[in-house]
């Protein structure tokens, strides 16, 4: 394992089955941001071009993809989700290599691949349609499933191979044919996962990955006629921009983006659990997941132990190389969100709020080489102040106080964003309460605001994205179209609502 370590692997597209080079000649770095000086891996860097040959590759596969029968498509699924078991280590050890998560997230990356190649290839013997009776004689209604045709999917580097997992599998097993776009931070575990998929027997051309930017290799896929449907995770301001192009074009599109998720701690909450969960959910991930703990609303009542306690954690948490034993948290991915995170902390002391902890890069001997911001608390935080509005994708959690359920709850929905929320206490009723009332699309009682499970729907509501869902059988509504069937044995001409 310490020789792999410094290989940098050198990547081609794959369009049509073949691993080509981009058109444009041109390529671009994927290093460690634990210590810059590390090259994971070179890659294409692609353009509109290469993009125009993996969809007309996606579009010719389509044709036989489609009738392949879905339990056939599935048992490559099955065999991806066999292989990905088999190699979780590697991959794993790659993923933090090339965006920093400590390696325990990321096993839990590839492990999040694995339970949806599971999952999703048991939907091969069902993707189940509707029966239902019609309202004429001798005759027989049902609605079944259809595939899109080419799906182009853009991802990001936050869940490198969880999220194109989370693309690709339903996409496929529905009988699509696809184009995917990673993120120019994380391209080796979306590359793993590509080739797992050629290696479990996937026919040439129904997967096709084209590396590159976003402007350059991204766009072009949004904009492609033939691209039938379009998945995009990332950030706001892109995703509007790849919705309402999509829109122009009549095509489906799933938008997932951002979140500024709240915990809510009650007095009654059992306080040591609430100051774990809260560890884990600002700092998991080093705070760079859409569903990251980002404003913790803490009852007046308890406000004072709870955040001597966080205070106290998040300053003993060791900060470092992900693939080190005894790290905690891992860098930031790179120079860009370190100064996004920066430049938030000095907004919201600029705004009124106080330090209690971090604030700042980490420099010193062991720190150097990398991106690494230390674990940050804000407290005297108020609602409206933009630290407790807009999203920051990094260490940094914000302390709001509330006097009860009803105030908290105000607070936690006067954002635009809707994706996750979570709730400490021990109160079944207030549980419920919250349960109905916190706007996201996704709720925790007594956990973190992080910690989706593939077979539930994932996503969230407001301006977090635009009402699809990924996981669970959501995610087979995006991949299908539903095609309604009327089978009249008759012999004589009905027509509906008349006879
Ligand atoms: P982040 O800031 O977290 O990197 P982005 O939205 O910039 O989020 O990136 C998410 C994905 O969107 C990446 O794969 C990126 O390359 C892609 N992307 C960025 N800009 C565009 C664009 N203009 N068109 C299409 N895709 C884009």
């Keep these: 394992m310490a020789a792999a370590k410094h290989i940098t692997r050198q990547a081609n597209n794959l369009i049509g089955g073949k691993w080509v080079r981009a058109r444009t000649r041109h390529t671009f770095e994927d290093r460690n941001p634990a210590n810059a000086g590390d090259l994971v891996g070179v890659f294409p860097a692609s353009g509109a071009h290469d993009v125009a040959d993996a969809v007309a590759a996606a579009k010719e596969a389509f044709q036989s993809w489609r009738l392949v029968p879905a339990p056939k498509r599935a048992e490559i699924l099955f065999r991806a989700g066999e292989l990905l078991t088999a190699r979780?280590?590697?991959?794993?050890?790659?993923?933090?290599?090339e965006m920093g998560k400590v390696l325990i997230e990321s096993r839990s990356d590839v492990q999040e691949a694995i339970d949806t190649a599971f999952y999703m290839a048991g939907e091969g013997r069902r993707l189940f349609g509707q029966t239902t009776p019609s309202e004429l004689p001798n005759k027989f209604a049902m609605s079944v499933r259809a595939p899109v045709g080419v799906c182009g999917m853009i991802t990001p580097w936050n869940f490198p191979m969880a999220i194109p997992s989370w693309k690709l599998f339903p996409a496929l097993v529905c009988g699509n044919t696809c184009v995917i776009k990673p993120a120019e931070d994380t391209p080796l575990s979306a590359l793993h996962l590509v080739e797992t998929l050629i290696d479990a027997g996937l026919p040439k051309g129904v997967v096709n990955i084209v590396f590159g930017f976003g402007p350059e290799a991204g766009a072009p896929l949004v904009e492609h006629p033939d691209v039938t449907a379009i998945s995009f995770t990332g950030s706001s301001e892109v995703g509007r921009w790849v919705g309402q192009t999509a829109a122009a074009c009549m095509k489906p599109c799933s938008l997932e983006m951002g979140g500024k998720n709240a915990m809510i701690v009650m007095e009654d909450a059992n306080l040591e659990?609430?100051?774990?969960?809260a560890l884990w959910g600002a700092f998991g991930?080093?705070?760079?997941?859409?569903t990251a703990t980002s404003r913790i609303l803490l009852h007046k009542k308890i406000a004072r132990p709870f955040t001597q306690q966080l205070v106290e954690r998040a300053g003993r948490l060791r900060v470092g190389d992900g693939l080190k034993k005894d790290v905690q948290m891992g860098p930031q991915v790179n120079e860009q969100q370190i100064e996004t995170s920066r430049r938030y902390v000095e907004i919201a002391l600029w705004e009124g709020a106080t330090l209690l902890t971090g604030g700042k890069r980490l420099q010193g001997k062991a720190h150097a080489p990398g991106c690494f911001f230390a674990p940050t608390i804000l407290s005297?935080?108020?609602p409206t102040m933009r630290i407790a509005q807009e999203e920051v994708f990094g260490p940094v959690v914000t302390l709001l106080q509330f006097d009860s359920l009803e105030q908290a709850i105000e607070i936690a929905n006067s954002v635009s964003y809707g994706l996750s929320a979570s709730i400490y206490t021990r109160d079944v009723n207030r549980g419920y309460q919250a349960m109905r009332d916190l706007e996201t699309g996704i709720?925790?009682?007594n956990a973190p605001t992080i910690g989706a499970e593939v077979h539930l729907p994932f996503g969230g509501v407001?301006?977090?994205?635009?009402?699809?869902?990924?996981?669970?059988?959501?995610a087979l509504d995006f991949y299908t179209t539903w095609k309604s069937v009327y089978v009249d044995y008759s012999d004589r001409?009905?027509?509906a609502q008349i006879d």
């Design 88 to 97: 979780k280590e590697q991959y794993a050890r790659d993923m933090t290599r």
């Design 273 to 277: 659990l609430a100051v774990e969960g």
């Design 285 to 290: 991930t080093t705070g760079q997941r859409c």
């Design 380 to 382: 005297g935080v108020l």
């Design 443 to 445: 709720v925790y009682i």
């Design 462 to 474: 407001k301006q977090t994205g635009n009402g699809h869902r990924e996981g669970g059988i959501g």
């Design 493 to 495: 001409l009905q027509r």
